[in-house]
């Protein structure tokens, strides 16, 4: 028997990978997960053996949402619910706003009020900050003030010069008695072991989300909190690209310019950003915050600037962020422009981009010139013959990379957060945007749109077409991977 095994061992795997890949293929059919997503596992297991189940079990299982993604304990609580009861826009403004909107602005209104985990909030203070320097300088300073609490979450934190000085400053406002609580993703974030040990000696509350065995060669893996948000006494707080590491500030020393955006909000919005973070800090820290109206302190403001902070992820019931996004699109009748780091959109948004153009909107794409991804680069790019079939203008920025992930609509409506245009902002990660009704801050951020173009080249159709045939097969070979990517 022995004997039997050695001498056909490589045919016994190979039946045996292909018995999982068959029952893998049953599962995933029986899932009714979108078509091209489903093509995509079954050609990976089929054609790829061992390396195939490899990428379905960190890639297509979904044992992970079913046990984690559940805990709606925050959501639900009657707290949150009465908080979000007052904050959200009173009848009789949504009335006064109806009249005055125009018939895309009230159906998109709509559809965001329908979402009670994310009310639709009117009394807010907005500032759009460009890049980490200036992020990181205004942060400071609210930390360095703040009374109570210090909420943070992010993708990336690294305790390289920035991290360590927002580190450094977070260990002097616990020693003040400011309770900390610190959630990081395990694959995208590096924190040294020097570091860890302060942070353990201090009185600061700090979490991976989601540890895995080898954050190094996970870096796709499913269900990862992308998500770069701060709240301070629950009266400010920030939302947007910027992680914490130094690639995120152009200091003199860095190689290539970083071009980011971020949000500085104060007002009722706040509230939404601290009860997102309550929930996923519920599930990282395994322990339930007691919740007492400290978290959402009253402070009034006078500037009315509608906004809603949408969030989405394996926890959510509706893909928020993209239903949103999708909606303002195609009821928009005068532009659409936007920036995003990583291009790799599902049917409905090439559709509703589609549509758009050739109804007469003035589209436009901006997107890195080099990508930080080669995979994430070519699958792009394989999206692109689309746009340009449609009349869609494509910019791509050259200055440095361009890691801003906003849009805006008829200066009336613009969307600033953690979300790409891609699959996995869409489906797989939590991701956090904030949804702004507001033509200063629409017109403010088209500006920003419009200067960053010139720091950009436009690609014509007929430059596109010219491509080497090499550069061709690069992208259909990278698309095969885009609902995973």
């Known amino acids: 028997m022995l004997a039997f095994l050695t001498d056909h061992w490589w045919t016994i795997a190979i039946v045996i990978n292909y018995i999982l890949a068959l029952l893998a293929v049953v599962t995933i059919l029986f ?20 390396f195939g189940l490899i990428v379905y079990y960190l890639f297509g299982q979904e044992y992970r949402k079913n046990k984690i993604f559940n805990r709606k304990d925050v959501l639900n609580n009657n707290l949150i619910k009465s908080i979000n009861s007052k904050v959200e826009i009173k009848p009789e403004f949504l009335s006064k706003y109806e009249a005055n909107a125009e018939e895309e602005q009230v159906r998109l209104v709509q559809l965001l009020q329908k979402n009670d985990k994310s009310p639709l909030t009117q009394n807010n203070e907005v500032e759009i900050i460009l890049n980490g320097e200036n992020k990181f300088e205004k942060l400071f300073q609210d930390i360095k003030q703040a009374k109570k609490h210090v909420h943070l979450e992010y993708y990336i934190l690294k305790d390289d010069k920035i991290g360590t000085r927002l580190l450094d400053l977070l260990l002097s406002k616990a020693k003040e008695g400011v309770v900390i609580r610190l959630s990081y993703d395990d694959v995208g974030s590096k924190i040294s072991s020097k570091m860890k040990k302060l942070l353990n000696q201090s009185t600061i509350q700090h979490h991976a989300f989601m540890p895995v065995l080898f954050p190094k060669f996970t870096g796709k893996m499913n269900y990862r909190n992308h998500r770069k948000i701060v709240i301070i006494d629950g009266e400010i707080g920030y939302v947007g690209g910027v992680n914490v590491s130094d690639t995120y500030v152009n200091y003199p020393e860095n190689k290539n310019y970083w071009r980011d955006t971020h949000l500085r909000i104060e007002g009722e919005a706040v509230f939404s950003l601290q009860t997102q973070f309550l929930t996923n800090w519920n599930f990282v820290a395994e322990t339930e915050v007691k919740l007492d109206r400290s978290f959402f302190p009253s402070k009034p403001i006078d500037k009315i600037i509608p906004i809603q902070i949408a969030a989405s992820g394996p926890d959510t019931d509706w893909a928020n962020i993209m239903e949103a996004i999708f909606f303002s699109i195609v009821t928009a009748e005068k532009y659409v422009y936007i920036t995003t780091p990583y ?61 801003a992930k906003t849009m805006v609509v008829d200066d009336i409506f613009t969307t600033i957060g953690t979300s790409n245009m891609d699959y996995r902002s869409f489906n797989i990660n939590f991701e956090i945007n904030a949804l702004i009704y507001n033509e200063e801050k629409a017109k403010e951020a088209k500006q920003i749109f419009l200067d960053d173009l010139k720091d950009a080249k436009n690609i014509t159709f007929e430059q596109w077409t010219n491509r080497p045939k090499i550069e061709r097969l690069k992208e259909a070979y990278c698309r095969l991977w885009a609902p995973l990517l």
Do not use: C
């Open 31 to 50: 899932k009714s997960i979108n078509p091209t997503k489903t093509l995509t596992y079954i050609i990976v297991l089929l054609v790829f053996p061992f």
């Open 343 to 403: 291009f790799i959109p599902n049917d409905q948004i090439i559709t509703a981009m589609q549509v758009a153009a050739k109804s007469g909107v003035d589209v436009r794409l901006l997107i890195p010139d080099i990508s930080d991804s080669w995979t994430a680069q070519n699958a792009t790019n394989s999206y692109l013959e689309q746009l340009f079939e449609a009349n869609i203008k494509i910019y791509r920025y050259t200055k440095g990379f361009i890691h």
